[in-house]
């Protein structure tokens, strides 16, 4: 039972438009999401996060957006860039558990010249 | 570099072996994570030791084991291996107990089984 999905196993766009990946949740006790890059051969590195009490988060040209009412969540890259192709891994944790994220299988985002 | 380590990088192995997976993480950090990442698969949360003690179990099968020691290096030991093991293991740590859910990642070490 895969509390944390994202449904799109890959996203091409292109250079200087936006990306947005979406990711949705089950567990209505998630009341913190976070968003973790990574790269072939590395591992995965935190990249932002939103807590339950807010519906945006941004941070440079990430942008975190939580409809708690929907269960989704997305993420918003603009403009895209060439480094920014990587896999993109969803993630959630509630705190009155052991904080430990609960991750979706990822999306691979490939951002083209 | 998250300044979490893993050994080996790669390992190749074949059905019914046993292997052990080494992390040792950053310097300070007092829990540590282990995660399994199957071929198309999410990270799947095996078992979290802090400060040398179990404190958390995910899907982590009966054939698998692991240990923090008292300088928190941890290791993760795999037996009776099939072919399903094969997959990329990470290691994460924190300093406290994950706090928001934040963790520092190493590369993984990548099991093959033949």
């Known amino acids: 039972d895969q509390q944390v999905k994202q449904n799109s196993p890959s996203l091409s766009v292109q250079e200087g438009r936006i990306s947005i990946l979406n990711c949705d949740y089950t567990?209505?006790?998630?009341?913190?999401f976070l968003w973790y890059k990574k790269y072939p051969a590395e591992g995965p590195t935190f990249l932002i996060s939103i807590s339950s009490i807010k519906d945006k988060n941004e941070d440079g040209r990430f942008t975190v957006f939580l409809n708690k009412s929907a269960k989704h969540l997305s993420l918003h890259i603009v403009p895209s860039q060439p480094g920014d192709s990587a896999v993109y891994f969803c993630a959630a944790t509630y705190s009155g558990g052991s904080y430990i994220p609960t991750f979706g299988r990822g999306t691979s985002l490939i951002v083209h010249p | 570099d998250s300044g979490v380590t893993q050994t080996p990088k790669h390992l190749i192995t074949a059905t019914g072996q046993r292997v052990t997976l080494r992390c040792s993480p950053r310097?300070?950090?007092?829990?540590v994570y282990w995660y399994q990442q199957s071929l198309d698969q999410g990270l799947q949360f095996l078992i979290q030791?802090?400060?040398?003690?179990?404190?958390a179990k995910g899907n982590i099968l009966e054939r698998f084991s692991a240990q923090q020691f008292p300088d928190l290096h941890s290791e993760l030991n795999l037996s009776s291996l099939e072919l399903g093991d094969s997959a990329l293991y990470f290691c994460?740590?924190?300093?406290?107990?994950?706090?928001?859910?934040?963790?520092?990642f190493g590369e993984g070490s990548r099991l093959t089984v033949l």
């Open positions: 567990n209505s006790m998630f009341d913190y």
């Open positions: 994460a740590s924190t300093w406290g107990l994950a706090g928001s859910g934040e963790l520092f």
């Open positions: 030791y802090y400060n040398g003690e179990e404190r």
């Open positions: 310097s300070g950090d007092l829990s």
